[in-house]
């Protein structure tokens, strides 16, 4: 009798332990949610010839997730690849906080936001590369990090795609590079913004700036500075080459500023920040001016009449 208990009782475990993973295995499935991930990749040519110019596009694909910030390195082979051009035209990317540039250790480095997010697949930015030598080559992507735009900024899965080319000895009879339309457009309209913070310049009065352009893409940003007065106002601006932020020589805001972006077309856009402690009208000696002038011109004027008067 106790040994057929005991073989009942062990049935039973195992049933009951077959029963648990088969419910525990059911209840995963139903309620299991796919993590999606977003991709970083590269779209160029499979093959091109020995000292030949290309482009190549850095692109994202969400994946269905809408994002709102991507960050990463773009990592070459300097012995086969050369850089001739690095331009952020028509991307998906609205405000740079690192616009897309080589640094010493032969990498490509970005980092830029989409304030309003960004759902499909869109382009980061291009480079242009010059083949060297022959050989097999490829770039390669590190560090990357893509945010959601979920308001907490939560990391997205992320993965990229290693870009292999081929560098042969075919000749070409022209460079591979996609035709570019002419840029006769200035820079889109952008905002100034005055700001100061305790762990940015130590505290100062600061401004920061941003826009695009959709053709040929930003080049450089200038600024100028100009102090209010009657004399001021006829002399003409300064312009100082800036990146957003700038701090600002007149920490008491009462100088006009202007930021002027260019486009690599040479086209460009200059915005102007008013002084937030402007003058006084009377302390302004262009409203003093045009004061004495419109009282001259009426003093003249009634003394000519006062002559005609007395010459009848």
């Known amino acids: 009798m106790l040994s057929r208990v005991k073989l009942w009782k062990s049935k039973s ?3 009951a332990r077959f029963l648990i993973a088969i419910f525990a295995f059911i209840f995963l499935f139903l309620n ?5 991930g977003a991709e970083i990749f590269v779209e160029w040519p499979k093959e091109i010839g020995v000292n030949q110019q290309f482009q190549a596009d850095i692109f994202i694909d969400t994946k269905g997730e809408n994002v709102n910030a991507v960050e990463g390195e773009l990592d070459f082979q300097r012995g086969f690849l050369g850089i001739k051009e690095i331009s952020d035209g028509n991307s998906i990317v609205n405000f740079w906080i690192q616009r897309p540039k080589l640094t ?3 990498k490509i480095i970005f980092a830029g936001i989409i304030p309003t997010g960004y759902s499909g697949k869109g382009k980061i930015f291009s480079v242009v590369f010059q083949s060297l030598k022959q050989g097999d080559t490829s770039i390669d992507f590190g560090n990357l990090k893509i945010l959601l735009n979920d308001g907490s900024g939560t990391p ?4 990229s795609t290693r870009a292999r080319v081929k560098i042969s000895n075919i000749k070409v009879s022209e460079e591979i590079l996609r035709a570019k339309p002419a840029d006769s457009e200035s820079p889109e309209s952008f905002q100034i913004y005055l700001s100061n913070d305790k762990n940015v310049f130590d505290g100062k009065w600061f401004i920061v700036f941003a826009t695009q352009d959709k053709n040929s893409g930003i080049d450089r940003y200038e600024v100028s500075e100009r102090k209010q007065g009657f004399l001021n106002f006829f002399r003409g601006l300064k312009w100082t080459g800036a990146e957003s932020p700038y701090l600002l020589d007149d920490q008491g805001l009462s100088s006009d500023v202007y930021v002027r972006a260019f486009d690599r077309a040479g086209n460009y856009r200059t915005e102007h920040l008013t002084p937030a402690n402007s003058l006084s009208w009377y302390e302004n000696w262009l409203v ?3 004061i004495i002038i419109i009282l001259a011109a009426f003093y003249w004027k009634t003394k000519k009449h006062y002559v005609k ?3 009848k």
């Open 32 to 36: 299991f949610q796919p993590v999606f």
């Open 13 to 15: 475990g195992k049933i």
């Open 104 to 106: 010493l250790d032969n």
């Open 309 to 311: 008067k007395r010459r």
């Open 288 to 290: 003093w001016a045009i």
């Open 156 to 159: 997205v899965q992320t993965s």
